[in-house]
């Protein structure tokens, strides 16, 4: 097969950034994905419906001319989010779901969750007025290995999450380990994932070769092969039939901020984000399971209907830029250099 029509996709995690960054980046995602769910980890946080909306006024803003594009935002959750606030989310249609980040775990994570016991309230208010809580799911205890943060935090907290509210709608995100993927299937209907392009190409063998690769550096961070063999599995199998989605977690950072002492974590996709998928989706076979991940499932899980346009990749090898702009800045996207089999 050289050429390949699905429906436009969807990408259900996302990062865009703000302002001249935001910019820089957004056409990459709006010439691929008809809609994208925009997370919240901004300076400062998006902690209330009033800046949701006004960050998609900015992001509808800075789209290219004649797009289509359309934002769908999140709020983070805090220690300070309240039921009331769940019962706005849930009138407002342009907000999709609240964010939950253990605090520290990741980019601009410090002001997220440390008890989820304590936010039982607020879990109740999303249950009740169909609010879904997205999940960065890693363990934040300092005793745990780096590598097993996801699997802990599954096993742990996650595991008592879905005990105690059963009716609550959850998106585990950017899985990593055949833990995850066990546990997703094992739940119910209201449990889903998302899973990242590259760690369906990437296994942490990538972080290292040739030596430090800070631009193969994510959190959750690469894992062993055997893990990655999961994720190909679940998102590629005729067994998926819904559970599993397309979401990037495409999350750009300049050169200075990932070459630093303490880089930043997070791989940029979004330039070759669907084509990278089915890379992905060939090499398995499964090609033609590819639009059923990438447009159908994401949307029947949220309760949203199917894009109505369509998008055409062809085989066309090219080559990815060695840098792209960043507002004032460069990054280095996912495959510098290298080539890519597909093209939009």
């Known amino acids: ?12 995690h996302l990062h865009l950034r703000d302002g001249d960054r935001l ?22 946080p998006v902690v209330s419906v009033a800046m949701a909306l006004a960050y998609r006024e900015r992001i509808l803003a800075a789209r290219p001319a004649g797009s289509g594009f359309d934002p769908l935002m999140t709020l983070y959750l805090t220690a300070d989010t309240t039921p009331a606030q769940i019962q706005q989310v849930a009138a407002t249609p342009e907000i999709i779901g609240v964010k939950l980040y253990p605090a520290g775990a990741t980019t601009n994570s410090e002001a997220g969750v440390t008890s ?14 169909a609010v879904p809580l997205l999940i960065h799911g890693e363990s934040i205890d300092p005793a745990d290995d780096v590598f097993d943060r996801e699997a802990r935090f599954v096993d742990g907290a996650l595991t008592r999450l879905r005990a105690r509210h059963g009716a609550l709608k959850i998106v585990l995100e950017h ?42 550096y994510c959190l959750p961070v690469l894992k062993r092969e055997r893990h990655r063999e999961a ?81 055409t990749l062809v085989r066309e090898p090219w080559t990815v830029p060695d840098t792209l702009s960043f507002g004032d800045e460069l990054l280095v996207p996912l495959r510098a250099g290298e080539r890519v089999r597909w093209r939009v």
């Open 1 to 12: 097969m050289d050429r390949l029509t699905i429906t436009q996709p969807d990408d259900w």
């Open 23 to 44: 910019i820089s980046v957004i056409a990459d995602t709006a010439a691929r994905f008809g809609r994208a769910v925009v997370m919240p980890n901004l300076k400062p």
């Open 116 to 129: 989820l016991d304590a936010l039982a309230p607020v879990f109740e208010a999303m249950a009740e007025h």
């Open 175 to 216: 899985i990593t380990t055949a833990d995850a993927v066990a546990w997703v299937n094992e739940t119910g209907p209201l449990t889903a994932a998302t899973i990242t392009a590259h760690h369906l190409l990437l296994n942490r063998n990538a972080i290292f070769n040739g030596g430090l690769r800070p631009h193969h």
């Open 231 to 311: 994720l190909v599995q679940a998102a590629t199998s005729a067994a998926n039939t819904g559970k599993f989605f397309l979401g990037t977690d495409s999350a750009p950072h300049s050169i200075a901020a990932k070459h630093s002492a303490c880089g930043c974590a997070g791989i940029y996709t979004a330039h070759a984000a669907i084509e990278l998928y089915a890379e992905v989706f060939e090499d398995a076979g499964a090609l033609d399971r590819l639009e059923a991940f990438a447009s159908f499932h994401g949307p029947a899980f949220y309760g949203l209907p199917r894009n109505r346009a369509t998008l």
